[in-house]
């Protein structure tokens, strides 16, 4: 088990799966508290749930439950598509009893909660996406991807090779060796009321621990996110029953608009709250706004 963290009520532990794989999972907010599942981005760990305020989480009385993605932080790594990938969060769900529940996943955790929630309807109650990350597989949705991300495309795109290991290996190491300096390039295109918020030494704080604990074993979490986002979704998004519900910033040029609503387009039940002006950063700065849809209060 892992050492608890944080404040008295925060559970930070690692659960066995059937498959004899660990699966790390952190829980904070009131123990009595309606629980969430948060899917974090990449490359980042069940830490990076941290970003939302504890007081935002007693205040619509939520236990917010993250699980470390297969390869990330504590939990072993696991090769595969989304649907193999992202049944450790059944395995979380399964050891703490919890049956149905809402989601909340940010950029990359995007795709992984659509899978999910079309793979098991009658558990997944309800979606929040933020800033989500869509399959980057028609170029046509892409053309507000940064140059750096669209030059990675073809290499993803190609598969898993020594040269794409030792790329993701170097990334890893400069991001272990200075996380800040690491995510500048992207960071520069920020919105200045994003770059604000992201000067706060608790945002810094919070992001680095998520992000070191994220890539601290291995690359393996990382690439696989990798090798999946150029792939289609491996499921009908007609299955998604739940209700969605997606923030997203009307810049945003990590994770392009236009390729999310591309998938949206094929949900039933679904809202966009986009957020003029803003860009990758946006929706955190509204957590109330992010919970409070995923209690179904909008």
């Not at 236990?63 to 297969?70: E, I, N, P, T």
């Not at 949206?264 to 849809?293: R, T």
Request: glycine residues 10%; hydrophobic residues 40%.
């Amino acid at each position: 088990m892992l050492a608890h963290m944080g404040a008295a009520d925060d559970v930070d532990e690692v659960v066995t799966g059937a498959d004899g794989r660990r699966v790390g999972y952190l829980a904070r907010g009131p123990r009595a508290g309606r629980p969430v599942l948060y899917l974090h981005g990449a490359p980042g760990s069940r830490r990076e749930q941290r970003i939302l305020p504890d007081q935002v989480l007693r205040r619509f009385g939520v236990r917010l439950v993250s699980v470390d993605r297969a390869g990330y932080g504590a939990t072993d790594p696991l090769p595969g598509g989304r649907p193999t990938r992202v049944r450790d969060v059944l395995t979380v769900c399964d050891a703490l009893g919890i049956d149905g529940f809402p989601l909340v996943a940010v950029s990359s955790g995007g795709s992984y909660a659509i899978t999910l929630a079309a793979l098991e309807p009658d558990r997944v109650d309800r979606v929040v996406l933020s800033s989500a990350q869509m399959p980057y597989d028609d170029d046509n949705a892409l053309g507000d991807l940064q140059p750096d991300q669209r030059s990675e495309l073809a290499a993803l795109r190609a598969g898993r090779s020594p040269d794409l290991e030792r790329e993701y290996e170097e990334a890893r190491s400069a991001l272990l060796a200075d996380v800040l300096d690491g995510m500048a390039g992207p960071m520069a295109t920020l919105s200045r009321r994003e770059q604000d918020w992201f000067a706060q030494p608790w945002v810094q704080q919070v992001l680095v621990e998520d992000v070191e604990e994220g890539v601290r074993a291995s690359i393996e979490g990382y690439l696989e996110d990798g090798l999946s986002v150029v792939r289609p979704l491996e499921v009908d998004v007609t299955s998604v029953r739940a209700p969605v519900r997606a923030v997203h910033g009307s810049i945003d040029d990590w994770e392009p608009l236009d390729n999310l609503r591309r998938t949206l387009a094929g949900l039933a039940d679904v809202q966009l709250f986009v957020l003029d002006g803003l860009n990758h950063f946006g929706p955190l700065l509204y957590p109330d706004l992010l919970v409070s849809l995923a209690v179904g209060d909008r």
